[in-house]
Structures are given as C-alpha cells and as structure tokens.
C-alpha cells in the first residue's frame, strides 16, 4: 500500500507560480553625497543600474540627486525575475539646516505603505497589488573613525520605526583594519545605547539555525563596505577592485572588507525576509495606525 498523496509537490506548484510572476525587491539608499551609494549598488548588482555621477542616461550632464527616485530595474537569474528597485534620495545633510531632513524619504516609505493599504481596502482591488513598499534601506555612514553624527542618530531613530534599515560603514578602504574594528564597536555601543533597531531582528520563531544567523549578521553589523565598477586582473583573475598605491583591494575578498558578506546578506540569506518583515511588521504597522487614528 502506498500512502503517498502527493502535497509534497505543493513547493514545486508554488516556485511555478512565482518563477512565473516574479517578485519585487525595493531599497533605498540613504547617506551623505559621495559616500559611494550609487557605486555600492552597481557593486552588489554588478550591472550599471545607475551612474555613479547621477546621470540616467549618458547625454544628460552629471548633477547630484536632488529628488527622491525610484529607478526599476528587471533582474533575471537562472529564471527568477526579480523587479529590483533602486530608491536613490537627495544629498542627506546637505543643507545649512538639516532639520528635519529625513522627513521627505519618512514621506516616501509611508508613501508606498498608503497606497498599498488603499488598493488592499479599495472595493474592486487587484488580485495582485504591486509593491512599491520599501523592503530594505541601506544606510551608509561616514568613515570618520570617531563616532556616528547626533544627525545619523536622529535620522536613525526614525528610520528604523518604518523600515528595515542595514548599516553599513562606507569606503571602509579609508581605514586601516584596526580602526574599523574599532568603529564598528562604537557604532554597535551606540545603537544599543539610543536603542535604535537595526535589521535582522529576533523572532519567537526562532529555531537554533536561525538564532546562529542571526549572531553571524548582529556580528558583521555595520558591514564595512568598499564599492568599485572597475576590474582588475590579480594573479590572472579578474577582480572588482580598487587601485590604491600601495596595491589593489579585490573589494570581493572577505580579508579586505566585509563586501562579499553584505552582498550574501542581501541577496543569498535575507531577500526573502526582508520583504517579508516589511509586510508583517512594518506595514502592519503602519496599517494598524492608520486603522486606530483614520485622521493619518
Ligand atoms: P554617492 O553620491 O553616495 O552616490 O557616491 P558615488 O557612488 O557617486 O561615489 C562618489 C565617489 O566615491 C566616486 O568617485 C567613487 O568612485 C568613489 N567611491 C565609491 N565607493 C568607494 C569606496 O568604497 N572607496 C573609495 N575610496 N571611494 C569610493
Ligand atoms: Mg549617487
């Protein structure tokens, strides 16, 4: 007697009908003008998703970002299309004033939420609601070696209460590996100590796996990235690097930065979560204050 049914195959019927739609990841890029934003996205993505110079296309003259501006990119591996959003946001501070500056990329992140909750309660709604929202934000800080700004604090402070928000330690090739070390200590002391929530974040759900990945991510945060869109041959291989004149960081070895690691992080172990977690969590809570104070 053979008691198999068969439901078993219910993962293959899913990955059908995904491979099928294909998915939407959406990030947005926040941190000062010249932090490498644009640089670090084409590294991860490896293709030219947009220039470093801020130029979409090649006949408009180089200009800094001054509008908030979602750039959708379709992203094919072995299959699987993924809807990759690029959110690029203004110069961060600066301005003279940078009072409230983060309030216009709140606005954008709040911005998508809204219009997913409208088309979700609108009566003749789509089966499939196109996903805007925000599923990770990248935030880049100033490799100082001294301390986070009292603005990325602030700006930190907020952020976190509506989107994922993944740290990272920008043109860490401007530090030596003692000093990253260090700033990467007093930036966790930091964050633990405004009790700002970056992402990943412990779940009840946890199994002993997960608990393990998660140590490994708390770890390694902030990654201490360097980006590059140049190639160089080292011993017969070529390599995404920099040429400094002391040699070439291969920005792919895990011995000169923590590239290699974010990249894993984002694409490998934590795509799926992050979306996920952006629809439990943080839209939920948006939903759930919009619901208790209609006025939102
Ligand atoms: P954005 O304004 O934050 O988007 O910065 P860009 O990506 O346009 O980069 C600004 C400049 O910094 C460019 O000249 C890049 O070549 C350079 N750059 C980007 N990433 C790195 C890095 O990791 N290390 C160093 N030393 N320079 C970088
Ligand atoms: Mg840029």
């Known amino acids: 007697l053979n008691n198999y049914v068969g439901f078993d195959t219910v993962t293959r019927q899913i990955e059908r009908k995904f491979l099928k739609r294909g998915f939407n990841f959406n990030v947005i890029l926040v941190g000062e003008t010249g932090l490498g934003k644009s640089t670090m996205v084409n590294t991860i993505f ?65 911005d998508q939420h809204r219009s997913y909750l409208e088309r979700e309660a609108s009566p003749s709604r ?60 007093r930036i966790k002391d930091e964050l633990a100590f405004h009790r700002i929530n970056v992402y990943p974040y412990a779940s009840d759900e946890d199994d002993a796996a997960d608990k393990a990945l998660l140590q490994t991510v708390k770890d390694l945060t902030p990654f201490s990235v360097v980006g590059s869109e140049q190639t160089f041959e080292v011993n017969g291989q070529t390599v995404r690097g920099r040429r400094h004149r002391w040699g070439i960081i291969n920005v792919e070895d895990e011995t000169h930065c923590d590239f290699i690691h974010l990249r894993d992080f984002l694409t490998r172990t934590h795509l799926h979560d992050l979306v996920e977690t952006t629809a439990h969590m943080h839209y939920e809570t948006f939903r759930y204050q919009c619901m208790s104070s209609p006025a939102n």
């Open 46 to 110: 490896s293709a030219h998703l947009i220039d470093s110079k801020g130029r979409k296309t090649a006949t408009e003259p180089s200009r800094k970002t001054v509008d908030i501006t979602p750039v959708t990119h379709l992203v094919e591996e072995n299959n699987v299309k993924m809807r990759l959003t690029i959110v690029d946001t203004p110069g961060y501070a600066d301005q003279v004033n940078n009072d409230q500056c983060w309030q216009p990329i709140i606005n954008y992140i709040t």
């Open 126 to 185: 789509d089966r499939l609601i196109p996903d805007t929202r925000v599923h990770c934000c990248l935030f880049f800080i100033s490799p100082s070696g001294h301390s986070l700004k009292p603005l990325d604090i602030e700006v930190l402070r907020h952020l976190t209460q509506v989107v994922n928000v993944v740290p990272v330690i920008a043109k860490a090739d401007s530090l030596t590996p003692e000093e990253r070390a260090a700033f990467k200590r």
